[in-house]
């Protein structure tokens, strides 16, 4: 499966954005998806993350309340609603996909869970 991530851009401080990850050469209606993102020097790290029927989601303490993970199967999307943005979530965010019918809080947040990435879209919050 190919993912590509789009939505990104320049933002102020506690603005909004909406990422999406569109999938394309199979469907993802088997596969979790998470949101990971790399800020400048940092490791990338874990945002977000939804099981393949959309019924669990997972969210990393810093991102917990403001951000919202989605997916929209018939359209083969998963979303990622970003409120009350701060300059610490400026980084580039990288959509991944697994297939799997796991819902396991120790998986779904490991990058190295996921074997299909796309290439990423930044965000770039000023103060």
């Known amino acids: 499966v190919q993912l590509q991530a789009s939505g990104g851009g320049f933002m102020q401080t506690g603005g909004s954005l909406r990422l999406s990850c569109v999938a394309s050469g199979r469907t993802i209606n088997t596969y979790a998806v998470a949101w990971f993102r790399q800020a400048t020097g940092n490791d990338r790290e874990f945002v977000a993350g939804?099981?393949?029927?959309?019924?669990?989601?997972y969210y990393s303490d810093s991102v917990k309340g403001r951000f919202a993970i989605s997916r929209d199967n018939a359209k083969n999307t998963v979303y990622l609603q970003m409120n009350s943005l701060k300059p610490e979530d400026t980084a580039v965010y990288y959509c991944?996909?697994?297939?799997?019918?796991?819902?396991?809080?120790?998986?779904?947040?490991?990058?190295?869970?996921?074997?299909?990435w796309g290439q990423g879209t930044q965000v770039t919050v000023s103060s």
């Open positions: 991944a996909a697994h297939r799997t019918y796991s819902n396991s809080q120790v998986q779904i947040p490991s990058k190295t869970f996921y074997d299909n």
């Open positions: 939804i099981t393949w029927d959309g019924e669990t989601t």
